[in-house]
């Protein structure tokens, strides 16, 4: 059973930056991704890294966020510039250990194994 250990997030004034770091333990390649979840909203994609390395990015974050990955070691970091308030979210580490799924998607639902968030607060 993969488990994933998240570290990093925390406050920070718009225009500031943060990074997230998820380790996952136990067998597998997986697929990781990062998503989002306001209170009283739906969880949201953020951003993935793929078992070869393709990374994919939400439209919201593209250009500002960077996901990172170690394919070998398991290991992805999402480092966050030029924050907004609206980043502010509770930030989960998701992977996909499913084996015939070639390319990440994109919906929670494709990611099997979840960490247990951490919070990120961006304050104008």
């Known amino acids: 059973q993969m488990q994933l250990v998240e570290s990093g997030g925390g406050w920070v004034q718009a225009g500031g930056s943060l990074r997230l770091s998820c380790a996952a333990s136990?067998?597998?390649?997986?697929?990781m991704a990062w998503f989002r979840q306001a209170p009283g909203k739906e969880r949201n994609f953020v951003a993935a890294?793929?078992?070869?390395?393709?990374?994919t990015y939400a439209d919201a974050v593209s250009g500002r966020f960077t996901i990172t990955g170690d394919n070998a070691k398991n290991t992805v970091d999402l480092q966050m510039n030029s924050l907004k308030p609206e980043d502010t979210a509770t930030y989960y580490c998701?992977?996909?250990?499913?084996?015939?799924?070639?390319?990440?998607?994109?919906?929670?639902?494709?990611?099997?194994?979840w960490g247990q968030g951490t919070q990120v607060t961006v304050s104008s």
């Open positions: 890294f793929s078992r070869t390395g393709r990374t």
């Open positions: 136990g067998r597998g390649n997986p697929h």
């Open positions: 998701a992977a996909d250990t499913v084996p015939f799924r070639i390319v990440p998607g994109t919906t929670s639902r494709e990611y099997d194994t």
